[in-house]
């Protein structure tokens, strides 16, 4: 590039005392040497004096100097409050929800008897096949007593001359639930199915519902899906009973507990108290 040419680009940057002094120097210099870069020169100085000697076209008052200063703080504080808000919005949504979760988790029916009330449905619906078909209760008892972990005496109570068998034992199949094994037993009562689950992982335990004390025993009573089921645990074995809700009170039971003394126990257990 010629000095000319270097020099032409370094004018904009000495009017505005942006060299440094050595290169101020050498452009001086160059201006005395240099009639057109001198005319260049006082140009664009011209054009910036005129620029730099101007003045606003009138004068701001301190009065709207302050209000400007206030309508600024004004709004940031504004942003500060929505955000605060958001937040707290936020806040409260996330606490609702864990309201919602902590009422639903603490009043949905356990996982063991909404496991069973699925499967009664399936079951009643032709979708869940029987490994076994047997009215025989030894035969069922052997069977399941070779594929679980424990073993169930399945009861077979006499009925009294001229009376009939108020349910009757169709069959089994082999379950898993809370991984282990569990037993699934069907009966059938006027013409609809009966489930009964057995299992003996700690999952199955009963809780919730609506309770009634036996004994020893403290039965907890569902309402899912349209069924009626009740949970018991005895000797750590954890039992579900699935039935429609039409079936009075627990008069289902008395598949396991048909004996006449038993009977009489069973007859009017209803809830008593929500636990």
Partial sequence: MSPCGESKERIHLYVDNELTPPEALEFERHLVECAACRAEYQRVRAVADVIRGAHPVYDVPEEAAGRARALIERTEQAQQWRWLAVAASVTLVVALGALGAWGFWHSRTPDFPAFAADIHLRYARSALPLDIVSADPDVLSEWLHTRLPFHVDLPDYPVLPGEEKPYRLVGARLLQFGGGDAGYLVYEMGGKPISLLIAS?????????????????????????GLEIISWTDHDLHYCLVTEVATAGA???????????????????????RQ
Avoid at 207 to 215: F, H, V
């Fill in 251 to 273: 008069g289902s039971c008395v598949i396991c507990h048909g004996g006449a003394g038993e009977r009489q126990m069973f007859e009017n257990l209803t809830p008593q108290r």
């Fill in 201 to 225: 992982t700690p999952e199955a335990a009963s809780t919730g519902g609506e309770t009634y004390r036996s004994g020893r025993l403290v039965f907890h009573f569902y309402q899912h899906k």
